[in-house]
């Protein structure tokens, strides 16, 4: 997660590359989180951190200070390690840093202008990436080296996302996913699928990467509402689930594998543009709005964001998990699907879902859905993340 407000006792929440683990910072420090049992593996109270990322469940940590006393600078990204408790490695660089992403092969650096790609071992400088002006910070990053892409707004002015192929060091294409600056994005962690949401909030569009066509286009409700997190669901193959978290205080889910609706119903694909290895970052995409239509009766008479709400959604939503205006953080840890004994289908789908609130809490749901379309959510787990206390210290 980026930079966020500090009016929230969490100044930032992150997830590792395969959910097992959770990272928070608060003005006074940083605590890493088993996810799944909610153990409390790592604290270090020295001062405000606004990024603090995870590589999977190793002792690497990517940390970086929020400024409030000269060691934590916002300039100064620090590769550290938690059983020495010691800084490998420092970098600084000439604006704060606004997100980190990392995997075994590389790390990245997000400023507000450009992106730095590093190799993860020898920290050598792969490629820098120009980008337009991302003052929240906001990035994607599928860490399988299978299919390791990195996601970044390409316009400022609409909804249009670079898509990056960090092991390949060139850009793999740019879409134009909404009329509105994008809000939120993700990618699957296998780098099959992005998701992105706009600043209004209303329409979640799904892209199949390797195609650059789009798949599904979701509606979340009628009125706009502060898109938080996207987050799909783990998966070899493609993923089933797409959660949401909005300013509405609601966690969304829209279902993929299990969908009722087929792949792009409604012939929505939007206008792609294949960019080849030297085109220069920030050069925008023509778009044509007649690829953008229905090829449907209905949809070739009725405007654009008309044919958006006719798109099918196979949506269900946990109201009021969180109070509204309340940032919120989801993921999807792990689907289970249950076969139909008389047949080779699927009869229901359950997945386990984390909510990280910003106003410190950890909250734990059971997503159960069956072939009607019958969905369930029930509270299997909630603690406080800032009173918590590791085990050390409760016996000393």
Same mark, same amino acid.
């Given at each position: 997660?980026?930079?966020?407000?500090?009016?929230?006792? *969490?100044?930032?929440?992150?997830?590792?590359?395969?959910?097992? =683990?959770l990272? %928070?910072?608060?003005?006074?420090?940083?605590?890493?989180?088993?996810?799944?049992?909610?153990?409390l593996?790592?604290?270090?109270?020295?001062g405000?951190?606004?990024?603090?990322e995870?590589?999977?469940?190793?002792?690497?940590?990517a940390?970086?200070?929020? +400024?409030?006393?000269?060691?934590?600078?916002?300039?100064?990204?620090?590769?550290?390690?938690?059983?020495?408790?010691?800084?490998?490695?420092?970098m600084?660089?000439?604006?704060?840093?606004?997100?980190?992403?990392?995997?075994?092969?590389?790390?990245?650096?997000?400023? !507000?202008?450009?992106?730095? %790609?590093?190799d993860?071992?020898?920290?050598?400088?792969?490629?820098?990436?120009?980008?337009?002006?991302?003052?929240?910070?906001?990035?994607?990053?599928?860490?399988?080296?299978?299919?390791?892409?990195?996601?970044?707004?390409?316009?400022?002015?609409? =909804?249009?996302?670079?898509?990056?192929?960090v092991?390949?060091?060139q850009?793999?294409?740019?879409?134009?996913?909404?009329?509105?600056?994008?809000?939120?994005?993700?990618?699957?962690?296998? =780098?099959?699928?992005?998701?992105?949401?706009?600043? !209004? +909030?209303?329409?979640?569009?799904?892209?199949?990467?390797?195609?650059?066509?789009?798949?599904?286009?979701?509606?979340?409700?009628?009125?706009?509402?502060? *898109?938080?997190?996207?987050?799909?669901?783990?998966?070899?193959?493609?993923?089933?689930?797409?959660?949401?978290?909005?300013?509405?205080?609601s966690?969304? *889910?829209?279902s993929l594998?299990f969908?009722?609706?087929q792949?792009?119903?409604?012939?929505?694909?939007?206008?792609?543009t294949?960019?080849?290895?030297?085109?220069?970052?920030?050069?925008?995409?023509?778009?044509?709005?007649?690829?953008?239509?229905?090829?449907?009766?209905?949809?070739?008479?009725?405007?654009?964001?008309?044919?958006?709400?006719?798109?099918?959604?196979?949506?269900?939503?946990?109201h009021?998990?969180?109070?509204a205006?309340v940032?919120s953080?989801a993921?999807?840890?792990?689907?289970d699907? %249950?076969?139909?004994?008389?047949?080779?289908?699927?009869?229901?789908?359950?997945?386990?879902?984390?909510?990280?609130?910003?106003? +410190?809490y950890? !909250?734990?749901?059971?997503?159960?859905?069956?072939?009607?379309?019958?969905?369930?959510?029930?509270?299997?787990?909630?603690?406080?993340?800032?009173t918590?206390?590791?085990?050390?210290?409760?016996?000393?």
């Amino acid at each position: 997660m980026a930079r966020q407000s500090s009016s929230y006792p *969490i100044l930032c929440a992150s997830f590792n590359q395969d959910n097992s =683990g959770l990272a %928070i910072s608060t003005k006074d420090g940083f605590k890493i989180f088993d996810s799944n049992t909610g153990r409390l593996c790592y604290e270090r109270a020295v001062g405000a951190f606004i990024i603090v990322e995870m590589l999977y469940s190793s002792s690497l940590l990517a940390i970086v200070g929020a +400024g409030e006393q000269p060691s934590l600078s916002p300039r100064r990204l620090c590769l550290f390690n938690t059983t020495t408790s010691a800084p490998l490695r420092e970098m600084t660089f000439l604006t704060s840093i606004l997100a980190v992403r990392l995997n075994r092969k590389r790390l990245v650096v997000v400023l !507000q202008e450009k992106t730095y %790609i590093y190799d993860s071992n020898s920290l050598e400088i792969l490629d820098t990436v120009d980008t337009v002006p991302n003052l929240k910070g906001l990035c994607a990053f599928s860490p399988s080296l299978d299919g390791c892409f990195l996601a970044l707004p390409a316009s400022t002015i609409k =909804g249009s996302v670079l898509v990056y192929n960090v092991m390949e060091l060139q850009s793999h294409c740019e879409i134009d996913a909404h009329r509105s600056p994008l809000a939120a994005i993700t990618l699957s962690s296998n =780098g099959t699928y992005i998701a992105t949401a706009s600043e !209004q +909030g209303t329409i979640i569009r799904v892209h199949l990467v390797s195609e650059a066509t789009q798949s599904y286009s979701f509606r979340r409700g009628r009125y706009p509402s502060t *898109i938080f997190s996207l987050s799909f669901a783990p998966s070899l193959h493609l993923p089933d689930i797409l959660a949401a978290t909005s300013s509405s205080g609601s966690v969304h *889910i829209f279902s993929l594998g299990f969908a009722t609706n087929q792949r792009d119903p409604w012939n929505l694909s939007s206008t792609i543009t294949h960019l080849p290895s030297d085109t220069v970052v920030h050069h925008k995409i023509e778009v044509n709005s007649r690829c953008k239509r229905s090829s449907s009766f209905l949809g070739s008479i009725l405007p654009d964001s008309v044919n958006d709400a006719l798109d099918p959604a196979d949506h269900h939503v946990l109201h009021a998990a969180v109070s509204a205006g309340v940032r919120s953080y989801a993921v999807v840890r792990k689907v289970d699907k %249950i076969a139909d004994a008389s047949s080779s289908e699927f009869s229901s789908c359950r997945a386990v879902v984390s909510l990280i609130t910003y106003n +410190g809490y950890f !909250q734990e749901y059971t997503f159960s859905i069956n072939n009607k379309n019958e969905s369930s959510w029930s509270l299997d787990r909630e603690f406080n993340l800032l009173t918590f206390v590791s085990d050390s210290a409760k016996s000393s």
